[in-house]
């Protein structure tokens, strides 16, 4: 789904419990990820103008055997079918990848990094095309005025 301006301000704890698959945690994860790309999207702009030379990229890492997953299964976050598609996950250090790709190969500023192989979740790193979920313009002004807002200060002009 889209980005969605509840989860980016204090909300006492009203976000959703921690069920399997579709509930609280999944949504929470969803849009931080999403949140991510968003966010760089709008510090490529920013950069952009003020004519600026350094890029910025994103990354994610796919699916890699971290502690995020071990403790998510733990507690009954994943369900059956999660448990069981951790069969296919890579190693924490594959998962470094594409984060890796993202800051040191040769990279235009809002590139996005993933693995290539397995529905995006292993394989060696590349850059993809962003779903225009990733691209909307209003969602990257929401986010950035939120960002702004909690850190309080502001970096355009």
């Not at 990229?57 to 994943?78: C, D, E, I, S, W």
């Not at 990848?97 to 190969?105: D, Q, R, V």
């Not at 060696?124 to 990257?140: G, H, I, Q, W």
């Amino acid at each position: 789904g889209a980005l969605d301006e509840k989860y980016f301000g204090k909300n006492s704890g009203t976000l959703g419990g921690n069920g399997t698959f579709g509930f609280g945690r999944w949504e929470r994860y969803h849009q931080t990820k999403l949140a991510n790309v968003v966010f760089t999207l709008g510090l490529r702009d920013l950069l952009s103008d003020m004519r600026s030379k350094v890029i910025a990229t994103v990354a994610a890492p796919g699916l890699a055997a971290t502690n995020l997953q071990t403790n998510t299964a733990g507690n009954g976050g994943m369900g059956w079918f999660g448990i069981q598609i951790m069969n296919f996950a890579q190693s924490a250090e594959d998962g470094t990848m594409p984060l890796l790709a993202a800051a040191f190969s040769p990279s235009k500023s809002g590139d996005f990094w993933e693995p290539c192989q397995f529905f995006h979740m292993a394989g060696p790193p590349k850059t993809f095309e962003l779903e225009a979920v990733c691209v909307d313009e209003n969602a990257r002004k929401m986010l950035w005025e939120k960002s702004e807002e909690a850190c309080g200060c502001t970096l355009r002009k």
